[in-house]
C-alpha cells in the first residue's frame, strides 16, 4: 500500500518551496510545536467527544478543531503502550512486554523482557531533540528507573517525572505495597513534593514552567519549537479528585452501572463513534446493581463521582495549559494529541469497604471512608462494574484483549490540521503515534542505525494521510498488526480481529470479529469464515516468532504475580536486615562487653 508524509503531500503542490529544516508547513510557517496528551486507565466513552456525561471542555474543544479515531487501539497495560507511543516499536521488541511489576521471574532471563525500555531503541523525543526541538515532560514515566534509563536520558531537556506505575496524587505515598516510596525524579534527580500537590494541576504547572522557560528573556528569540509530552496520572488508581469536581457528580450515577453503560452507548451511537444499535455483551464481572444495599449502592456512585471529577479536573488543567500557549502566542502553531494508555481499570474490587479488600490500602495508611472518598487519605477505585460503562459499549478493561482494553480516545488537532470536526473509522495502532510526530515535524525516522548503534526499526505508519484527507486508510487489507500480553493474544487485519482472552474474565478460547461493524465483539465468526480465521492463527504465530514472544509458566496469573513479586521484594528486604544484623552483631557484642568493662571500673 502507497503511504505519503505531510512532507511530501505538501510538496506535491508547485508552491511548496523553502521548507524549514525542522516542520513541513511551508516556507513562511515555522516548525510546529506538538503537545502529546497521555491519560492513564481512561475509557472509550469516557470523555464528551465520544459519548460521556463527563464535562470536557478543553478535549470537546480540540476534537472540533481536529480529527478523532474510533478505530484506534493501544496496548492493554501502562509501560507496553507507554513504550509503543515513544519509540514507534512494538512492546516485545521496544522491552517491554509487561510492566516489570507483573513479569515472571522465568521470563525476566530473556533480554527482552525486563520490562524497561530497550538500549536499542530512539524515542521520539531524542529524534525532535536532535532536530532542534526543545523537549519536556511531565507526568508518569514507567520506563526504568536506572540512571541511564530515566526520561533525561532518553531525548527529554527537561523532566517532572513519576517513575513508578502509579502513586498517591495528593502526596508524595506510594499507592502499592511493591514500592519503598512514590519515586518523582526532576531533570533526571530525586525530588520532594511540594505541600500544596495535586497531580493535574502539579504536572500541567511543571509543563508551563518549562515552555515558558524558553519564551522569555534571552531564549525569546531561539525561535526553536517545542515537544510536549504529558502523561498525567489521571484516572489511575488511586482515584482522587479535588472535592468542588467531585460535588458535580454526585447525583449523575444514583442510576448505577448498567444504566450508565446504555446511556453511553446511545451517546457514542449519536455521535457516530459506534454504528446505531451496536450490539454489546454484559459481562460476568459485572454485578446486578438492583442487588445491591442501599448504602452500598451510595458508595458505588461516589466512586464513580470521584472517577468522574478526576477526569474533569485532567480537562480544566488541559485548558490551563491551552490558555497559556494563547497567551504566549504558540496556540496556533500547536498541534494537539490526546489519548490514553489503555482502557478502563477494573482490577479495584467490587466491595471495597469489606474487611480482606481493606487490609491492602489500610496498610499503607488510606482510609475508605464514604465522607472522605477522593481527598487526600483516601483510597478509591470504580471496579469492574463500573469499568465497563466506562468502556461502553465495548467488551473487557485493561489486562484484557477485548476491545474495552485495547480501544481507546485518540484526537490530533490543530489549526493546520484538516478536515476538521472529522471522525476516522480507519485502523490506527500506538506505534503510528511516533511517526506521526515525526511527520508532523518534518524529521526523518532512524535508519537501522542511530548515533552509532543498530536500533529498532520503526513499525507504525504515519496517520498524517488521514489528516490531511488525501487518504482514508493507512494499512490496508492485508496488513496485519499482532499484540500480546501474559498469552492474551490479537491479530488486527483489515476490518477484522482475531483475540484470545484468558481467564479469569476470559475462557481461553481463540475467536474472529469484524470490529469496524461489531465493535462490542458479539457475533464470533471464526466457524462463519474459518479460512480467515486459520490464516490469522498463521500470521499471528508468525507475530510471536517474530516479537520474541516468551509465554508465561504454568498457572500464571496476573494479579498472583503481583503479589508473589511484593512478597519476593519483601523477602529480600528482610533478608538484607537479617545480613546487616549478623553483620553488625560481632561488632555489638564488643561494644557490649567494652561498656561491661567500662562500668565495672566506675567506682
Request: net charge neutral.
Amino acid at each position: 500500500m502507497v503511504q505519503f508524509s505531510l512532507r511530501q503531500i505538501l510538496c506535491s503542490s508547485v508552491l511548496c518551496v523553502g521548507l524549514v529544516s525542522v516542520g513541513a508547513f511551508g516556507a513562511k510557517s515555522a516548525a510546529p510545536n506538538i503537545v502529546f496528551i497521555l491519560a492513564d486507565d481512561l475509557g472509550y466513552t469516557d470523555i464528551a467527544p465520544y459519548g460521556s456525561e463527563v464535562n470536557t471542555p478543553s478535549l470537546s474543544a480540540l476534537a472540533e478543531q481536529g480529527m478523532r479515531f474510533t478505530n484506534y487501539h493501544t496496548a492493554v497495560n501502562c509501560a507496553p503502550a507507554r513504550a509503543m507511543l515513544l519509540t514507534g516499536v512494538g512492546s516485545h521488541l521496544a522491552g517491554v512486554p509487561n510492566i516489570p511489576e507483573m513479569l515472571a521471574p522465568q521470563q525476566r532471563k530473556h533480554a527482552n523482557y525486563q520490562g524497561v525500555l530497550g538500549d536499542d531503541v530512539v524515542t521520539v523525543a531524542t529524534l525532535l531533540e536532535d532536530a532542534g526541538y526543545h523537549t519536556y515532560m511531565a507526568g508518569k514515566w514507567h520506563l526504568g528507573m536506572e540512571p541511564h534509563k530515566r526520561p533525561s536520558r532518553r531525548g527529554f531537556q527537561r523532566t517532572m517525572a513519576m517513575m513508578d506505575s502509579g502513586a498517591d496524587n495528593w502526596e508524595q505515598r506510594p499507592y502499592a505495597a511493591i514500592y519503598d516510596q512514590a519515586n518523582w525524579f526532576a531533570d533526571g534527580e530525586r525530588f520532594t513534593l511540594p505541600e500544596d500537590f495535586y497531580s493535574s494541576r502539579f504536572l500541567v504547572d511543571s509543563m508551563i514552567d518549562f515552555i515558558d522557560s524558553n519564551l522569555q528573556g534571552s531564549n525569546l528569540q531561539d525561535n526553536k519549537p517545542f515537544f510536549a509530552y504529558l502523561p498525567f496520572m489521571a484516572v489511575h488508581s488511586p482515584v482522587q479528585a479535588p472535592q468542588k469536581f467531585i460535588d458535580r457528580y454526585m447525583d449523575v450515577y444514583d442510576s448505577g452501572w448498567d444504566a450508565l453503560r446504555q446511556q453511553r452507548k446511545a451517546r457514542a451511537e449519536a455521535l457516530g463513534i459506534v454504528p446505531k444499535d451496536t450490539p454489546m455483551v454484559s459481562m460476568k464481572t459485572t454485578d446486578p446493581w438492583d442487588a445491591l444495599s442501599e448504602d452500598d449502592r451510595r458508595y458505588q456512585a461516589k466512586r464513580m463521582a470521584v472517577y468522574a471529577g478526576m477526569i474533569e479536573a485532567m480537562d480544566f488543567h488541559i485548558g490551563r495549559l491551552i490558555e497559556f500557549l494563547k497567551q504566549r502566542g504558540q496556540y496556533d502553531n500547536t498541534i494537539f494529541i490526546f489519548t490514553s494508555d489503555n482502557g478502563s481499570e477494573a482490577s479495584g474490587p467490587a466491595k471495597p469497604r469489606a474487611f480482606p479488600r481493606r487490609m491492602v490500602p489500610e496498610s499503607l495508611g488510606y482510609n475508605l471512608d464514604y465522607d472522605n472518598l477522593g481527598l487526600k487519605g483516601s483510597y478509591s477505585t470504580i471496579g469492574p462494574s463500573f469499568a465497563s460503562a466506562s468502556v461502553s459499549p465495548l467488551a473487557y478493561y485493561k489486562f484484557y484483549a477485548g476491545e474495552g482494553g485495547m480501544r481507546v480516545p485518540l484526537i490530533i488537532a490543530g489549526n493546520s490540521i484538516a478536515p476538521q470536526k472529522q471522525l476516522t473509522q480507519a485502523f490506527a495502532w500506538a506505534t503510528d503515534i511516533s511517526p506521526t510526530i515525526l511527520s508532523l515535524a518534518g524529521v526523518s525516522p532512524p535508519a537501522e542505525r542511530y548515533a552509532g548503534r543498530p536500533v529498532q526499526t520503526i513499525t507504525g505508519r504515519d496517520l498524517a494521510p488521514l489528516l490531511s484527507g488525501v487518504a482514508e486508510r493507512v494499512y490496508g487489507p492485508d496488513d496485519a498488526v499482532g499484540y500480546e500480553l501474559t498469552d492474551h493474544g490479537v491479530l488486527f487485519q483489515g476490518d477484522y480481529k482475531l483475540v484470545v482472552n484468558q481467564p479469569p474474565a476470559g475462557d481461553g478460547q481463540w475467536r474472529l470479529f469484524n470490529i469496524v461493524k461489531d465493535p462490542g465483539e458479539t457475533v464470533d465468526l471464526s466457524a462463519s469464515q474459518a479460512l480467515r480465521f486459520q490464516r490469522m492463527l498463521s500470521r499471528y504465530e508468525q507475530y510471536r516468532r517474530d516479537n520474541k514472544v516468551v509465554p508465561v509458566p504454568q498457572g500464571y496469573n496476573q494479579i498472583q504475580q503481583l503479589f508473589s513479586n511484593i512478597l519476593l521484594k519483601q523477602r529480600d528486604s528482610a533478608l538484607v536486615f537479617l545480613l546487616t544484623l549478623l553483620l553488625l552483631l560481632p561488632f555489638c557484642v564488643a561494644y557490649r562487653m567494652k561498656s561491661s568493662k567500662a562500668e565495672g571500673r566506675r567506682p
